[in-house]
T-cell receptor
Framework: NAGVTQTPKFQVLKTGQSMTLQCAQD?????MSWYRQDPGMGLRLIHY???????DQGEVPNGYNVSRSTTEDFPLRLLSAAPSQTSVYFC?????????????FGQGTRLTVV | DQQVKQNSPSLSVQEGRISILNCDYT??????FLWYKKYPAEGPTFLIS?????DKNEDGRFTVFLNKSAKHLSLHIVPSQPGDSAVYFC??????????FGSGTKLNVKP
């Protein structure tokens, strides 16, 4: 069982470059989300999606774009990287609706912007 | 403004003793609370959860307590083991399925 797969695991970008962080899940989860983890800040929600074709902003969306063309994939795009986007990024997925369901996380992408 | 807060960045406990990790929240609309465990260079993994209609949930050595009037939850680990050393995140879910996380508590269990 692959669960949630993120690529790449590490990335160094120059200021102004763009890139896409990939996220795929094989659990048929409707809900997918992107978080960034910074020291002392916990995990902050960037963008999320409740299903294919539907996305919305989280707490810290500026500088990031997302799309959800399939249930499985939820890529995160950095349009013009800035040093403030140096962070560890986690993708997560879960079922939606009522009931007690937890989010499953990928292993993370450590991004450094120089 | 953080809706979920973990005020203790770190906690050190002797092996075999109880570890108590605390979490406070501000939004009374949260319907589900979770604890995640995170090792270095790995993603968070689900540990235990509790619905807002309950006040206690137990799973082996792990028990989560919820005090809705105080908007407070805690995770008890008994007995603590060195393998429990990790960062623990408290999380709360609203009715739109959005998860809010605390800043984490780093637990160190000393042999």
């Amino acid at each position: 069982n692959a669960g949630v797969t993120q690529t790449p695991k590490f990335q160094v970008l120059k200021t102004g470059q763009s890139m896409t962080l990939q996220c795929a899940q094989d659990m048929n989860h409707e809900y997918m989300s992107w978080y960034r983890q910074d020291p002392g800040m916990g995990l902050r929600l960037i963008h999320y999606s409740v299903g294919a074709g539907i996305t919305d902003q989280g707490e810290v969306p500026n500088g990031y774009n997302v799309s959800r063309s399939t249930t499985e994939d939820f890529p995160l795009r950095l349009l013009s990287a800035a040093p403030s986007q140096t962070s560890v990024y986690f993708c997560a997925s879960s079922f939606t609706g009522l009931g007690n369901t937890e989010a499953f996380f990928g292993q993370g992408t450590r991004l450094t912007v120089v | 403004d953080q809706q979920v807060k973990q005020n203790s960045p770190s906690l050190s406990v002797q092996e075999g003793r109880i570890s108590i990790l605390n979490c406070d929240y501000t939004n009374s609309m949260f319907d589900y609370f979770l604890w995640y465990k995170k090792y270095p260079a790995e993603g968070p993994t689900f540990l235990i959860s509790i619905s807002s209609i309950k006040d206690k949930n137990e799973d082996g050595r792990f028990t989560v307590f919820l005090n809705k009037s105080a908007k407070h939850l805690s995770l008890h680990i008994v007995p603590s083991q060195p393998g429990d050393s990790a960062v623990y995140f408290c999380a709360a879910r609203n009715n739109f399925n959005k998860f809010y996380f605390g800043s984490g508590t780093k637990l160190n269990v000393k042999p």
